[in-house]
């Protein structure tokens, strides 16, 4: 008889079955393999979903489920476990090098996790997770044999996915390999739930990956409203970073590489200028992150293409920042460019909107239910650098675009709060254990 089905009989006959079935899980086992929740967003493999699992596991924790975290260890110095928050533990786990492991070299090392994992788990009474949820991929095939090893239920959020990227490549990128998509396949079949960030992504997960469509549940992300706000306002926000108050400030913020296309804000730029030299003096373009992915190949090819362009003297490149600074360049942009290619959700939009700032943005992915267009700003169909130029010349012609959008944009975003997200995601929890308990049962009748 399993630990699994040994636990369920221990439990009281009292108990009614209802109330049974509908228990939440008391403890999850988080899995992130490949980025941790401790790094700085917009550096290396860092972005979004670290910012996605600091969040939820928080405000899972305030609702009364404890959250263990666990991820690589990048550095021999890091104490084997973290207490990021009350009820949230992040465990470093040793696998592979510590320094210089690229993610294309990480499926290498699932063995060597799984086992860190194990061992984590052998030192707890059995019961010890009562279900596991895997971020991406990579921690999906971890989850996949921890979730069977354990008895116990895997809910997996892809974050992104493959075939969905290899379908929107930037000129010039890598697509992702075959085995990512057999391994996301995989996935996707031994998932008790599956977790998508928005309508459109459960219908890819569906289209591209056969998953059953009662498997998927739509959860948008949460932004942390009490960080991103208006506050006191842009004047202030650009008095504090040292921008001109009067100048069009369009801020890209995020990794730099070409998924992302930072590159097309830079043509926008250029395009606007050929067209209105005048603008020259009034505008300032931010560039917030560091190289990433494929993006790390020409480190320098951002800078270097501003120089071509004969644009680096309006162009700022800026490392990346902490969420308090981030908030703040948010705050004192005119608007918030992202012209991704692809993007599961776009949580910088959010982020940005949250802060009172209008978001131009390529109409892919969650990008149209983050933004909401002609309201909170713009979507634009495709990659055309004279598109977005189209759109920073409204920006620049009608100065009060940017409060009167900015205004919407802080209303739409208050709908986006953690707290929801938790709440979600926890049903979602629940739904999973029933299921998974209802197929212990089938097969065990």
């Known amino acids: ?38 790094h700085q967003p917009g ?51 040793d696998a592979g090098p510590y320094e210089g492991l690229a993610k294309e070299e990480l499926p290498a090392q699932l063995c060597a996790f799984t086992h860190g994992v194990m061992q984590a788990w052998a030192g707890h009474r059995p019961g010890h997770y009562d279900l596991v949820h895997s971020h991406y991929w990579l921690s999906g095939h971890v989850g996949w044999l921890a979730a069977q090893r354990w008895g116990v239920p895997l809910v997996h959020a892809m974050h992104t996915m493959a075939k969905v990227k290899n379908a929107n490549l930037a000129v010039g990128d890598t697509p992702e390999p075959a085995a990512r998509v057999i391994g996301e396949t995989q996935i996707v079949a031994a998932a008790d739930r599956l977790i998508a960030n928005t309508a459109e992504e459960a219908d890819e997960l569906v289209r591209h ?18 960080r991103f706000r208006p506050a006191d306002g842009r004047a202030a926000a650009r008095a504090r970073l040292g921008l001109p108050q009067d100048a069009l400030i369009p801020l890209f913020a995020g990794r730099i590489q070409p998924l992302k296309a930072p590159d097309v804000l830079l043509r926008a730029v250029a395009v606007l200028l050929g067209e ?6 009034k505008i300032c373009v931010p560039v917030v992150g560091g190289p990433s992915g494929s993006g790390l190949a020409k480190p320098e090819g951002l800078q270097k293409l501003a120089a071509r362009l004969g644009i680096a003297d309006v162009v700022r490149f800026c490392p990346p920042v902490g969420q308090e600074q981030l908030a703040d360049w948010f705050r004192a942009a005119s608007v918030l460019v992202m012209p991704s290619y692809s993007e599961s959700f776009g ?17 892919v992915g969650g990008l149209p239910v983050a933004v909401r267009d002609g309201d909170t700003g713009f979507l634009v169909q495709g990659h055309d650098p004279r598109a977005y130029a189209r759109v920073l010349r409204e920006f620049a012609d009608a100065p009060h675009l940017a409060d009167r959008m900015g205004d919407a944009a802080a209303r739409h975003a208050l709908s986006f709060g953690w707290d929801r997200s938790a709440a979600a995601t926890a049903d979602v929890y629940t739904a999973a254990t029933q299921e998974h308990r209802r197929h212990v049962r089938s097969h065990h009748g």
């Open 347 to 363: 949580l910088v939009a959010i982020e940005a909107q949250a802060a009172g700032t209008p978001v131009l943005a390529a109409s």
């Open 276 to 281: 209105r030299p005048e603008l020259r003096s």
């Open 209 to 226: 990956y056969a998953a059953g469509r009662d498997k998927v549940a739509v959860v948008h992300p949460g932004v942390n409203l009490s």
């Open 1 to 38: 008889m399993s630990q699994y089905m040994a636990r369920l009989g221990r439990r009281s006959p009292a108990t009614p079955p209802r109330l049974r079935l509908h228990r939440r899980p008391r403890r999850v086992a988080m899995l992130s393999v490949h980025t941790s929740p401790l």
């Open 43 to 93: 550096t290396g493999d860092a972005g979004g979903m670290n910012v996605y699992i600091v969040e939820l596991a928080q405000r899972l924790a305030a609702i009364n489920i404890e959250v263990e975290i666990f991820t690589r260890a990048t550095a021999a110095a890091l104490p084997p476990t973290v207490d990021l928050a009350p009820g949230v533990l992040v465990r470093h786990v």
